[in-house]
């Protein structure tokens, strides 16, 4: 019998999680603020999936905004003017 892998998402040290607010910086784009509506990091790993072309941004935001944008771990920080935030 083979194993499974476990593909269950890992957790982000810090703040981030579905819920939080966080401000998100883009170099296409000026910082906006925001909140994650949904982690996507089993997702991922696109080795198994053969699509290493086109990576899936780990976070789903909600901006403040309107807008919905997917951003990596590296474009987000904890919104400093959320109250308990650090920064």
Known sequence: MSE?????PRPEP???GAGARVLVRRPSES??????VEDYAELTDTE???????PVHR???ALDDGRLVFANTD????????PGSAG
């Open 4 to 8: 499974k892998k476990d593909h269950s």
């Open 14 to 16: 810090g703040p981030l």
């Open 31 to 36: 910082a906006q603020t925001g909140r994650i």
């Open 48 to 54: 198994e999936r053969g699509h290493a072309w086109a």
């Open 59 to 61: 976070w789903a935001v």
């Open 75 to 82: 474009d987000l920080t904890a919104d400093p003017s959320t």
